[in-house]
C-alpha cells in the first residue's frame, strides 16, 4: 500500500482557511486519496476523498496534484470544532475495505 | 437514520477475564469492520465481516481474539483472557452494499482498560 506522510501538526486561526497537506509520492493508478478526522475520543469521520479531478463537499476541498503525488485538504473556515487529527489515506479499489491509518496532522484552530 | 452504535462505551476487566464488544451497523450496512486504536496511535484493521461470514481476518491476533456478524443480532468482538497490551479503543465501522470503495462510517468505539 502506498504510504503518506503529513505534518504532524499545524494551527490555523478560528475564521481563517486550514490546508493541510499530504504527500503519496509512490500512489498508483488505481489508488483513492481519502481523507479521514477524528475529534478527540470519538471515531473517525470520513471527509472526502478523490482520484486525480479535485473535490468539494460541504465540509471540505480536496486538491491533487497533476501527478497525484501530494494533496490538499482544504476546511475554508475552520472553526474551534474542527480541532482534531486529519488523516490522509490512500485506498486501493481491489483492497479497499482496508483503511490503513497514519499518524495524520493535528490540527489545533485558535480562537 | 441512527449512526453506528457500539456498546459498551468503556469496559473494564481484569487481567484473565472476557472481553465482549457489540457493534450494530447503520441500518442497512451489511458489512462491519473493526479496527483497534493504541494510546496515541493510529487505528490498526482488525477484521471484514460480511453477514455469517468472515471476510479478512488478517490484522486479527491468531490467539484469543475472534468476532462474529450473525444473522441476526449486531457483531460481536471478543477477547478471552485479556491481558494489559489489549487496553485499547475499539472502533467499529459500517458500509452498505454495493461499490467496493464506500465510506466506513465510524461508531463511537469502545475503550477497554485492563487492570
Known amino acids: 500500500d502506498a504510504k503518506t506522510t503529513q505534518p504532524t501538526s499545524m494551527d490555523c486561526a478560528e475564521g481563517r482557511a486550514a490546508n493541510l497537506p499530504c504527500n503519496h509520492s509512490?500512489?498508483?493508478?488505481?489508488?483513492?486519496v481519502y481523507w479521514y478526522r477524528q475529534i478527540h475520543s470519538q471515531g473517525p469521520q470520513y471527509i472526502i476523498h478523490?482520484?486525480?479531478n479535485n473535490e468539494t463537499n460541504e465540509m471540505a476541498s480536496l486538491i491533487i496534484t497533476e501527478d497525484r503525488k501530494s494533496s490538499t485538504l482544504i476546511l475554508p473556515h475552520a472553526t474551534l470544532r474542527d480541532t482534531a487529527v486529519y488523516y490522509c489515506?490512500?485506498?486501493?479499489?481491489?483492497?479497499?475495505?482496508?483503511?490503513?491509518f497514519g499518524s495524520g496532522t493535528r490540527l489545533l484552530v485558535r480562537p | 437514520n441512527a449512526g453506528v452504535m457500539q456498546n459498551p462505551r468503556h469496559l473494564v476487566r481484569r487481567r484473565g477475564q472476557e472481553a465482549r464488544l457489540r457493534c450494530s451497523p447503520m441500518?442497512?450496512?451489511?458489512?462491519v469492520y473493526w479496527y483497534r486504536q493504541l494510546p496515541e496511535e493510529g487505528l490498526k484493521f482488525m477484521v471484514y465481516?460480511?453477514?455469517?461470514?468472515?471476510?479478512?481476518e488478517s490484522g486479527m491476533p491468531k490467539e484469543r481474539f475472534s468476532a462474529e456478524f450473525p444473522k441476526e443480532g449486531p457483531s460481536i468482538l471478543r477477547i478471552q483472557q485479556v491481558v494489559r497490551g489489549d487496553s485499547a479503543a475499539y472502533f467499529c465501522?459500517?458500509?452498505?452494499?454495493?461499490?467496493?470503495?464506500?465510506?466506513?462510517?465510524f461508531g463511537p468505539g469502545t475503550r477497554l482498560t485492563v487492570l
Open positions: 489515506i490512500v485506498r486501493p479499489m481491489d483492497s479497499s475495505y482496508k483503511l490503513i
Open positions: 465501522a459500517s458500509s452498505p452494499e454495493g461499490l467496493a470503495y464506500n465510506e466506513q462510517f
Open positions: 509512490t500512489i498508483s493508478g488505481n489508488e483513492y
Open positions: 465481516l460480511q453477514k455469517e461470514n468472515i471476510i479478512d
Open positions: 478523490g482520484l486525480k
Open positions: 441500518k442497512g450496512h451489511s458489512h
